[in-house]
């Protein structure tokens, strides 16, 4: 199900930035390392929150 939702607000923003004539200016490699960052970033999230809340207490 995930992929799907996924997949389905990838097509939404592709639809969004066609209507609006806007091309992404990154190229695929760049692209793919952004990606890389949104992953990581996703997955540092909760470590950070933990930290954060550890620092605070």
Known sequence: MNY???LAIGLGVGLLYGALN???PAP???ALVGLLG???GEQ???VG???VA???S
Do not use: D, E, K, T
């Open 22 to 24: 806007f091309r992404s």
């Open 49 to 51: 929150r933990q930290w």
């Open 54 to 56: 550890g620092w605070i």
């Open 38 to 40: 949104m992953l990581a």
């Open 4 to 6: 799907l939702i996924s």
């Open 28 to 30: 695929p490699a760049i």
């Open 44 to 46: 540092l999230w909760p």
